[in-house]
């Protein structure tokens, strides 16, 4: 088996500050959008990460450090308060 033929190119473009939406929930419907059009399998998924300031959270310990981490989710359709 050869990982190389596996290895996928995912270098579309650049991310630029001037290029991005001041509106965080704006860029992210973008996002989300493009990743849908392309086509991709499951784009609601994404890596939530988390860290502290001032401690490094880079490394295999950096859980138990208690500087970072990082969770696996799914985006799901938001529950609609009943009134």
């Excluded at 939530?48 to 490394?59: D, E, F, K, M, Y």
Aim: aromatic share 4%; glycine share 14%; charged share 25%.
């Amino acid at each position: 088996m050869d990982l190389g033929e596996m290895r996928e190119t995912y270098g579309l473009g650049e991310l630029l500050e001037s290029q991005v939406d001041a509106d965080p929930i704006v860029q992210f419907g973008k996002w989300l959008a493009q990743a849908t059009e392309a086509g991709l399998a499951e784009p609601n998924a994404m890596v939530i990460a988390t860290g502290r300031r001032g401690r490094p959270s880079v490394g295999a310990d950096c859980a138990a450090e208690g500087s970072g981490r990082a969770r696996l989710r799914l985006l799901h359709q938001p529950a609609v308060p009943q009134g």
